[in-house]
C-alpha cells in the first residue's frame, strides 16, 4: 500500500477484522513471521540453502509472537536458532503466549541476558522483533545495548551479520520517525536493520525523520487484511483523503501505476493541444540588480513544465541585467505593488513569489496584490499563487496578516527555518511527540491554504486533513539536491503546472511537483546544480509518455 498508516490506525484495522470474525490474530501473526521470512530470502537468496544461524530477540508483546514464528520457520529450513525474550513469558499477549508454548515445543526460550546472548554461535541472521508499532517511549538500556548495531562485533565477521526487524527497528517511533532518548542519554542510541518487514502498509515512522536510514529496506508484506478499512482510500493524483496520509509516488493497491498515468496526467501539455494561453500565463516576481537568479530559475522551470508563457517582473533598475539572460521568457519592469496590480491582467494563471525578491514591506505589498488577484471572466478559477523564501519570511513577524489573505489557490513552500518563523508553535524545537505529518496538517488548517514543507522527508498538507509524504530515501535520494536555488526551481515547477487552464487539483499538482523535482535531480545525479534542474524536465518528461 501507499498509504503511510498510523499505529493507531494500524490497530484499528486489525481489531475490526478480528472483530469481523474474518481471521484471527493468531492467523495475522502467523502470517506475518511467514512473511517476514520469505522477504529475508527474497533479499538474501543464499539464506534459502546451507545450514545456517539466526539470534531471534523477542520481545513481551505481539512483536514477540512475531518473532517467535519467524523462528519456528527458520527452524523449519534447517537453521540453528538461538532466541531470547525479553520479558515474562506469563506475560504475554495471548496470541504471542501460543506461538511461545509452540517454540518451546521444539527450541528453549532463553531469559534476555547480554552476556549469554554473546555467549551464542555467531548468527548469519539477527532478528529484531521486541518492539514494534506503538513504542513511544525510550528503549531500556540494557536492550539498547543488544540491539545497537556494534553489538554485533562481539563476533568475528560480525559486520557481515544481516539485520531483520519485524515491524520497525526496536526503539523507532513508527509514528514521528524519531527515536526518544532517555534522560541519561544525551543522544539517543539508535538500532537500525538491513531489512525492515513491515506489515499490509508501510507507517508513517517508516519515511519520516530517522525511519528511513535505520529501517535499511523496507518490504511490505501482505497478511491478508481485507476489510472495508484496509483497502486504501484514495489513489495518487485524486484529491487526498482526510484522515490517511499518502506516499507521493506511482503506486496504488500494492501496485505499480504507469508513469504516463501518474505524474503523466498531471503535466497538461502531454495530455493534448492548445494554444498558449490554454495552458496558461505564470508571472514571477524578482528581485533588485544582482538578485535576480532565483527568479529567472523558478521562470525557466515555470516555462519547462508547461505554462504557455511567462514572464518575469522585476524593478526597472534590473532590466537590464535580466534582459541578458531571459530569450522565450518575457520581461516587464514593475516598481510597486500598484504597478504590480496594473499588469495583472485576465490571462495571468499562476503567481510565483519570494525567491531572490528581498524581504521587507515592498515584497508584503507584493505579496498581498498576488493574492487579491483575481480572473474576472476569462479564467474559470483564481489563480494558483506560489510563495516562498522572501515572501514568506516577510511575514516572520505578522504571520497572521499573511494568513488572512491567503487562499485555497495558495502554496506555501517552507523549509524548516521558514516554517519556523511563520508557525514557531510548531517549530522542530516544539513538536514533543508531534509527527512532521501532524504539524503540517496544522500549519495548513492555520494558513489556510496548501502548505508544503520541505526537506528529505517533504510533508505536504491542506486544511482539512489530506496529507502526503515524498520520501527521497532508498533508490530515491538525491543529497546533491541540497544545493541553492533548488527549492526556488521547486516554487516555479508547482507554478509552471498549475497555470494550464487544464491543471488537475492543485493538491495533485503540488504532489508531482515534487516527485518530478527529485526526479530530475535523480537523473542527472552527483554535481548537481539548480540550473541543471530545469534542463532535465524534457528528459524526465520523456520517461512518462511510454
Not at 505481539?62 to 519467524?70: K, L, P, Q, S, T
Not at 490517511?244 to 498515468?261: C, T
Not at 524545537?429 to 522527508?457: P, T, Y
Amino acid at each position: 500500500m501507499a498509504e503511510l498508516l498510523t499505529s493507531a490506525q494500524m490497530r484499528a484495522i486489525e481489531q475490526a477484522e478480528i472483530e469481523s470474525g474474518t481471521i484471527t490474530g493468531l492467523q495475522l501473526m502467523e502470517r506475518a513471521g511467514r512473511g517476514a521470512v520469505a522477504a529475508a530470502i527474497e533479499k538474501w537468496p543464499e539464506f534459502a540453502q546451507g545450514s545456517l544461524r539466526a539470534l531471534v530477540l523477542c520481545g513481551p508483546g505481539n512483536n514477540g509472537g512475531d518473532g517467535f514464528v519467524i523462528a519456528r520457520r527458520l527452524a523449519d529450513r534447517g537453521w540453528n536458532v538461538d532466541l531470547f525474550l525479553y520479558g515474562h513469558a506469563a506475560k504475554l499477549p495471548p496470541d504471542a503466549r501460543v506461538n511461545h508454548d509452540l517454540w518451546a515445543e521444539r527450541g528453549v526460550v532463553r531469559a534476555f541476558d547480554l552476556s549469554a546472548m554473546c555467549d551464542c554461535d555467531r548468527p548469519d541472521l539477527f532478528v529484531d522483533a521486541v518492539f514494534g508499532t506503538g513504542l513511544t517511549r525510550p528503549l531500556p538500556s540494557d536492550l539498547a545495548t543488544a540491539l545497537e548495531v556494534r553489538m554485533m562485533s562481539h563476533w568475528t565477521r560480525g559486520h557481515g551479520i544481516k539485520r531483520l526487524a519485524a515491524d520497525c527497528p526496536s526503539g523507532l517511533n513508527l509514528d514521528t520517525g524519531m527515536v526518544p532518548a532517555s534522560e541519561s542519554d544525551a543522544v539517543p542510541r539508535v538500532n537500525s536493520a538491513d531489512l525492515t518487514v513491515a506489515f499490509h502498509s508501510l507507517k508513517a515512522g517508516h519515511r519520516l525523520g530517522l525511519g528511513p536510514t535505520l529501517c535499511g529496506e523496507v518490504q511490505v508484506v501482505d497478511i491478508g487484511l481485507t476489510g472495508p478499512d484496509a483497502s486504501e482510500r484514495a489513489m495518487i493524483g485524486t484529491p487526498p483523503d482526510a484522515d490517511r496520509a499518502r506516499l507521493v509516488a506511482p503506486e496504488f493497491a500494492q501496485g505499480p501505476i504507469p508513469l504516463r498515468i501518474w505524474p503523466g496526467a498531471m503535466i497538461a501539455k502531454l495530455r493534448g493541444q492548445g494554444h498558449k494561453y490554454d495552458y496558461g500565463h505564470a508571472m514571477v516576481c524578482a528581485g533588485g540588480p544582482g538578485r535576480g537568479g532565483a527568479a529567472r530559475m523558478a521562470a525557466r522551470t515555470a516555462l519547462r513544465s508547461g505554462a504557455g508563457l511567462v514572464t518575469v517582473l522585476c524593478p526597472p533598475e534590473a532590466l537590464q541585467e535580466n534582459a541578458s539572460h531571459l530569450d522565450a521568457i518575457m520581461l516587464r519592469a514593475c516598481a510597486t505593488a500598484e504597478t504590480f496590480r496594473q499588469i495583472l491582467d485576465d490571462r495571468v494563471s499562476a503567481l510565483c513569489l519570494g525567491p531572490g525578491l528581498g524581504v521587507g514591506s515592498a515584497t508584503r505589498d507584493l505579496v498581498s496584490a498576488a493574492l487579491a488577484h483575481r480572473r474576472g471572466d476569462r479564467g474559470w478559477r483564481d489563480p494558483a499563487v506560489v510563495l516562498d523564501a522572501d515572501a514568506l519570511t516577510s511575514f516572520e513577524n505578522d504571520p497572521d496578516a499573511l494568513f488572512a489573505q491567503t487562499h485555497a489557490r495558495t502554496v506555501l513552500t517552507p523549509h524548516e527555518g521558514e516554517f519556523a518563523r511563520l508557525f514557531p508553535d510548531l517549530a522542530q524545537s516544539a513538536r514533543a511527540n508531534l509527527s512532521k505529518i501532524d504539524v503540517v496538517r496544522k500549519a495548513a488548517d492555520q494558513a489556510g491554504c496548501i502548505v508544503l514543507l520541505k526537506g528529505e522527508d517533504t510533508v505536504i498538507a491542506r486544511p482539512g486533513g489530506g496529507a502526503s509524504v515524498h520520501s527521497a530515501s532508498g533508490e530515491r535520494a538525491v543529497p546533491w539536491l541540497a544545493t541553492a536555488g533548488a527549492g526556488d526551481v521547486l516554487a516555479g515547477l508547482i507554478a509552471g503546472l498549475a497555470a494550464p487552464e487544464t491543471a488537475p487539483d492543485l493538491y495533485c499538482v503540488t504532489e508531482a511537483a515534487v516527485w518530478l523535482h527529485c526526479e530530475a535531480a535523480r537523473q542527472f545525479g552527483p554535481g548537481l546544480i539548480a540550473e541543471d534542474l530545469p534542463e532535465m524536465l524534457p528528459k524526465v518528461f520523456a520517461t512518462l509518455a511510454r
